[in-house]
Each structure stands twice: as structure tokens, then as C-alpha cells.
């Protein structure tokens, strides 16, 4: 687990602080946070990453007031390429979009451009905003997670923090199945705050022990780590217990203070090919 408390940059964040909502826009309330943090930790040269992928946020909490002063509001979708050198610290990204709460903008297209490019610049990598109007997002429903759901199997579990030698592998032939998983729950690497989790797990390869996963799984109860870094973890972890020919992690995060994080990793695809918004998002 990265030792935030050795690292300036954390030490700078807003998480865990008292803070005041600015009234005005203000991009320089985003706090971008070096990916190279975590992937030190779980051996990943951020040269060769071992992994494609992606981080999608939802904003369900974004308004401004147009040329007249009337409130407009929107859902916003937030891409982030894992290629990036930055992820944003979240409370940071909460208190930015507020920033756009009383400030005048001519239109959507406005706030998106201004979006893309604060965005882009904090984490130091092009990041992709797409803007809903409110009845224009109901056209993405809750999705039934993809695959067979493991969370029935009857374990006895006592390890909350993850290591090594919790994935078995089975003896067998090659498959490729899915699964899934609705237990994973992590902490707020600083704040120790909650962070709740459906998570699915395609893979093409030696099987794994469906018992076994969901222990690992579980053993990030009382885990300290980002959703970003977390995602990572796991996936590394699978990719070393495993050895797998193909291998798909994402997660679903709840919402905190109007924001999901939905991290995506893969051995095949920067783009994930599930669209899924969890009855618990």
C-alpha cells in the first residue's frame, strides 16, 4: 500500500481537510495525482504498462447558469486512458465542478470544451467529456452485471487485507468465462472512507477456483487503496496467479458526493465493450 504520508503531493490533497465551496468557476481546485504512486508498489513500469484500459467518472451533479442566469444541469461522463501520468483526486474533482455552480456559460458545447481541456491538462493526457441533458440519460438503464455472479458460494473467510497465495488455480483445460462479483469493498486510501464495488472478471485460461477468487475478492475489505489502484492490483494479481491468454477486469464504484469511478483494465482493449450502470449507481 502506497505511504501517503511520504508523499508531498498526497500530503497537498484537500481529502480528509475542511474545506469552503468556491462560487465561481475555478480550475485550479483540480488535484492531480502521479499514477506512478501505486504502480511503484505492484511493480508496473509505467513505460510498459502490462495492461490497456480506461477510468470512466460520472458526474450526476453538474450545473451552471446559462447567459440569463437560469440553472442548467447535466450528467457528464468523464474518460480518463490509463496511459495517463495523473489520475484526479476526487474530492479536488467534486469541489472543481461545483466551482461551476454560479458562473455564466453561453451553452453546453461551452462547458464541455472547458471541461475537456481542464481535464486534459491536469492529467496531462486528452481526456474525453460527453455531456447528457437530464432526460437525455435515461437512455442508459441499470444493466444486469455480465457472467456468473460468485457471491453465493459458501466460504468461510478471515483475511481482509489482499496477498499473495489467495487465487488457486485449478487443473483443467483452457476455458474463458465470466464472472462476477458484488463483495468488493475498499477504503479511501487517505480518509479510510468506504469505497463500495460490483466487479467483473473475464478471462481466457488455466481455471481459477471460483472459491478462491471471491476470498480475494473479499480480502480487500479493509484495503486502503484508490479504485484506480485497486483495479490495477487485481488485475496484476490475476495476471501472475493465473497467467492467463486474455484477461478483462472493471469495476463499478457507487457514487460519493455525485461521482462514480469505474476503473477498466485489459490485456486486449483500451475500450471496455460493457455498457452496465449498476442498480447500486
Known amino acids: 500500500m502506497t505511504d501517503y504520508n511520504n508523499a508531498p503531493e498526497l500530503k497537498e490533497s484537500v481529502l480528509g481537510k475542511t474545506t469552503e465551496y468556491a462560487s465561481q468557476y475555478d480550475a485550479s481546485l483540480l488535484f ?5 504512486l501505486n504502480r511503484d508498489q505492484i511493480a508496473v513500469d509505467e513505460q510498459n504498462l502490462p495492461f490497456k484500459g480506461e477510468d470512466t467518472w460520472t458526474g450526476y451533479e453538474l450545473s451552471w447558469l446559462n447567459s440569463k442566469g437560469k440553472p442548467q444541469v447535466a450528467v457528464a461522463a468523464f474518460v480518463f486512458p490509463c496511459q495517463s501520468s495523473h ?7 467534486k469541489l472543481y ?16 470544451t472547458i471541461l475537456t481541456n481542464d481535464l486534459s491538462k491536469a492529467a ?10 437530464a432526460e ?6 441499470f444493466t444486469a452485471m455480465p457472467g456468473e455472479c460468485i457471491d453465493e458460494l459458501d466460504i468461510e473467510v478471515d483475511t481482509y487485507s489482499p496477498q499473495e497465495g489467495l487465487i488457486v488455480v485449478k487443473d483443467g483445460n483452457e476455458v474463458t468465462e465470466t464472472l462476477h462479483s458484488h463483495l468488493l469493498k475498499s477504503n479511501c486510501l487517505i480518509t479510510s472512507q468506504p469505497d463500495w464495488a460490483s466487479i467483473v472478471i473475464s478471462y481466457t485460461g488455466k481455471p481459477v477456483c471460483k472459491e478462491s477468487l471471491l476470498k480475494y475478492l473479499i480480502s480487500f475489505r479493509d484495503h486502503n487503496e484508490f479504485h484506480e489502484q485497486c483495479v490495477e492490483r487485481i488485475y496484476c494479481d490475476l495476471m501472475r496467479e493465473l497467467n492467463p491468454s486474455k484477461l478483462e ?17 485489459s490485456s486486449e482493449s483500451d475500450k471496455t465493450a460493457y455498457h452496465i450502470r449498476t442498480n447500486r449507481q
Not at 124 to 133: G, M, Y
Not at 136 to 141: E, G, Q
Not at 249 to 265: C, E, Q, S, W
Open 32 to 36: 492531480p495525482i502521479a499514477r506512478k
Open 87 to 93: 489520475i484526479i483526486e476526487s474530492k479536488s474533482f
Open 97 to 112: 465542478l461545483n466551482s461551476f455552480n454560479q458562473t455564466k456559460f453561453a451553452s453546453f458545447d461551452e462547458v464541455q
Open 124 to 133: 496531462q493526457t486528452d481526456v474525453e467529456v460527453t455531456l447528457f441533458k
Open 136 to 141: 437525455d440519460y435515461a437512455c442508459i438503464p
Open 249 to 265: 477486469v472493471y469495476a463499478r464504484y457507487t457514487r460519493r458526493g455525485g461521482l462514480d469511478i469505474n476503473p477498466y483494465r
